[in-house]
């Protein structure tokens, strides 16, 4: 399209006349904007077919003490009162002497799938893999891949003639899963051309990662950073900013967090309101 219309932002403009007319409605598009704005931020890097984008409001919540260092939090979102509850809870804690944190886990993960002959060569692949040696071997094949991502761990799960593999790496200040999948995709061709010649590598990912998805390996063993968090609320906090008194609170935190959680089979989810703050986060700082 561009070696047509010469310039991306005349790239939008006719993908939206085209989308207008595949719709058969001439102002299907007119309320999304697409002027102001610097597509070459997007074009062949982050979205396809792009018509335009969507402004949303951005909040902040705080300030917050986290371990001596005083935070905001930013929020994208168009949900009315979230940005106010989190605030709210953020004064809360603020009033009390803050957040302390302890950093347990730090492993971001990708699980590849491949498939043997049978399932006794799976068996022989799963043993050379968990050999310490061999370990070594593909952990300075995977580091060579990147300044930032090391290799931690490999686990393999065997499931007939199909070996599932959990590279564990740590990847800096990154989310990491386009550095740890190139350090994998470089230890599978390594093994598949040196070592196991009849493996057949099924896909990159076999949602052993798991990536994206509740799991109850991730619930268990953590992707990802693994925080712990502790902070201790003034009876006359929980009064004069949250508007109710402890006993009730821990009541409906017991009712509702655990008691209605357990009841409904919620996976790693014992909170009341996290995935709504999680996503505004993503809108405002990036999904990377």
């Not at 260092?69 to 930013?74: A, G, H, K, L, Q």
């Not at 809360?92 to 990708?110: E, F, H, I, K, Y």
């Not at 049978?118 to 891949?145: C, G, M, P, R």
Request: charged share 20%.
């Amino acid at each position: 399209l561009h070696n047509w219309c010469f310039s991306l932002i005349n790239n939008i403009l006719c993908r939206r006349l085209w989308f207008s007319d595949l719709c058969s409605k001439n102002r299907s598009v007119d309320c999304i904007p697409h002027q102001n704005y610097d597509y070459s931020l997007s074009s062949n890097a982050c979205c396809e077919n792009t018509l335009g984008y969507i402004p949303v409001p951005v909040g902040f919540a705080g300030p917050l003490k986290v371990d001596d260092r005083t935070v905001y939090i930013p929020l994208s979102t168009t949900e009315g009162c979230l940005v106010a509850s989190l605030n709210r809870g953020c004064r809360a804690l603020q009033l009390s002497a803050g957040v302390r944190t302890v950093l347990l886990g730090d492993r971001m993960t990708r699980g590849p799938v491949v498939c043997f002959e049978d399932i006794v060569q799976a068996h022989e692949f799963k043993l050379w893999i968990e050999n310490e040696d061999n370990y070594l071997l593909l952990k300075n094949i995977f580091n060579s891949t990147s300044r930032y991502a090391k290799l931690t761990a490999i686990d393999v799960a065997l499931s007939g003639r199909f070996v599932y593999l959990r590279f564990s790496a740590t990847t800096g200040d990154a989310m990491g899963m386009n550095m740890i999948s190139k350090g994998v995709e470089l230890v599978l061709s390594e093994l598949q051309h040196n070592y196991f010649p009849n493996m057949k590598i099924i896909s990159l990912s076999g949602n052993y990662c798991v990536d994206k998805k509740a799991s109850a390996m991730n619930w268990v063993v953590g992707r990802g950073k693994s925080v712990s968090c502790e902070a201790v609320v003034r009876r006359s906090v929980v009064s004069d900013v949250l508007k109710t008194d402890v006993d009730s609170l821990v009541e409906l935190n017991t009712l509702k967090n655990l008691v209605g959680s357990a009841r409904a089979g919620v996976l790693g989810g014992f909170n009341a309101h996290s995935a709504n703050i999680v996503a505004a986060i993503f809108l405002s700082t990036g999904q990377v």
